[in-house]
């Protein structure tokens, strides 16, 4: 009988699962997403996140995020974060405000208060949560929450740079013109050994 014992299949088809995340992770490169809308106007301030074939969802663990408020608005009005993730909401401002969201994707409310509340509210549901101020209405923000450490926003051309791994993704695409609803979806194909413009349309 030889000495060696094989490793059993489970574990054998782990370490292989993992060999080939970290061989396509290795092969990831920057690629600017410019996304457009049905006119082929650039889409500013756009929510834009890439779930990664082969790579699962996995919620941030210990990550934490900031939407503040001052001068009576929110700093900044659209955040994108992952799932998991934590959210502070200092109120920089000398009057009080009384944060809430009624949206399926994180019911919360911080009722009056000033300074830094003492526990940050953790989004742990992918979605569209639409943020108000129940004593000043003309407070709104919105805070996007992906299954993906891959996202980012759009800048003044409707562009954003993210470094991707080659192969067949899931984009996923929010502007304010969407309202609550959920970002849209479309494949996304990142070719290998290259980098480049991926054009892609945001379909209201």
């Not at 690629?31 to 049905?38: E, F, G, L, N, Y």
């Not at 106007?41 to 756009?46: E, G, K, L, R």
């Not at 700093?75 to 009080?96: H, I, K």
Request: glycine residues 6%; hydrophobic residues 45%; charged residues 15%.
């Amino acid at each position: 009988m030889s000495p060696f014992r094989s490793a059993p299949l489970s574990m054998t088809a782990a370490m292989l699962s993992g060999v080939l995340l970290s061989a396509t992770a290795a092969h990831a490169a920057d690629w600017t997403i410019q996304v457009r809308d049905a006119d082929g106007a650039p889409v500013p301030n756009a929510a834009v996140a890439v779930e990664l074939k082969g790579q699962p969802a996995r919620p941030a663990t210990g990550v934490v995020a900031q939407m503040a408020q001052r001068d009576r608005q929110f700093q900044p009005q659209l955040l994108v974060v992952q799932t998991g993730t934590a959210v502070n909401f200092p109120n920089f401002d000398t009057v009080r405000h009384h944060v809430y969201s009624f949206s399926p994707t994180k019911k919360f409310e911080l009722k009056l208060y000033s300074g830094t509340p003492s526990e940050p509210v953790v989004f742990d549901k992918p979605g569209v949560a639409q943020l108000g101020c129940n004593i000043h209405d003309r407070m709104s923000a919105h805070i996007v929450v992906v299954d993906t450490p891959a996202f980012g926003i759009t800048d003044a051309k409707g562009e954003v740079r993210l470094n991707l791994p080659p192969g067949d993704h899931r984009l996923r695409l929010w502007a304010s013109r969407l309202g609550n609803a959920a970002p849209t979806a479309q494949p996304l194909t990142v070719g290998a050994n290259a980098t480049g413009v991926l054009k892609v349309e945001l379909k209201d």
